[in-house]
């Protein structure tokens, strides 16, 4: 007498219980989607969460190896760090570095941007070579321009001086300094600012540049009523990129100045980074990076406000 094939021998099917499983899972794709996603919260949560309130945490503490275990001292660092004369001066400049540098990047990139989409011979080869100021790695542009404005044999000191028969001390002044560190910054990023907008600026059809000529507007009519107000987000987003980036780096003038003459070129990312990495002072290192996470904070705040304005009128 033929016995019936087990339904495990039947090609094409499935085991109830393992069937009442996946089923289950189907009724409930919630659950799914958090089993996918569970790595890639953990590696999140491992390298980013938890620092973040782990730096807050020593931020609380009088922490340094070399003065024995840690001690809770609640708000006390901050008070220290805000009543401090070289603090404030280094987070006016912080706040200056970012603000000073990304305005000249934004206007030299939209004019570097207009020039690079008109057309002219080689315009191809002149959009690639744009961009080498901003792909020569950072530390090399600072060593760079810290030889070239070296007041005794620098190439751009000795340039300026027969230009205008005036001596400036570029690094050894405090405004001489802060003006070449934004210079030098400017100098290597509106290169990269330029072909976001020379990219958005090619998005806008044709078709109004051409009905704008037909009704006679000349070429600043053209920019300021059509290209400015059609790029408008693009460069909101990319100027509030950028003051999120610059205002945390100090690679630039850890290389060209290292925060000198004095302080003058100090920024907050640098200072944190001298506190709690050469002179061991994690406590302080970790309330200044506390304060410059809530200037980051703020700016990026202010730059979605702008960005959703500018969004909703268009």
Sequence with gaps: ??????????????????????????????????????????LRGVTA????????????????????????????????????????????FTVFYTVASTLAEL?????LALL?????????????????????????????????????????????????????????DTWPARTSVIGTNVWRNAPFVAIILLAAIQTIPEELFEA???????????????????????????GV????WQISSFDLILSMTGGGPGNATQVLGYQAYLDAFQGLNFGRGSALSVMLLVIVALFGLLGTLLLRRFEART
């Design 1 to 42: 007498m033929a016995t019936a094939p087990l339904a495990l021998d039947r090609p094409g099917t499935v085991p109830a219980r393992r069937g009442g499983a996946v089923a289950r899972l189907r009724r409930k794709p919630e659950v799914v989607a958090l089993v996918l996603i569970a790595p890639a919260l953990l």
């Design 49 to 92: 969460v938890w620092p973040f309130f782990d730096t807050i945490w020593i931020s609380l503490h009088r922490s340094n190896p070399t003065l024995g275990p840690d001690v809770y001292i609640g708000v006390r660092n901050y008070d220290r760090l805000l009543g401090s004369s070289a603090v404030q001066s280094t987070t006016f």
């Design 107 to 111: 206007f030299l990139g939209l004019l």
């Design 116 to 172: 690079l989409n008109a057309s002219f011979k080689l315009r191809y080869a002149a959009r690639s070579l744009n961009l080498i100021p901003w792909a020569i790695p950072v530390v090399v542009t600072g060593i760079a321009f810290r030889f070239g404005l070296d007041n005794d044999f620098g190439l751009f000191a000795d340039m300026f001086r027969r230009a205008t028969g005036q001596e400036i001390t570029w690094l050894l």
């Design 212 to 238: 704008a000529r037909l009704d006679g507007a000349n070429a600043l009519q053209v920019l300021v009523g059509i290209t400015l107000p059609l790029i408008t987000p693009v460069t909101v987003s990319i």
């Design 241 to 244: 990129f950028f003051l999120i």
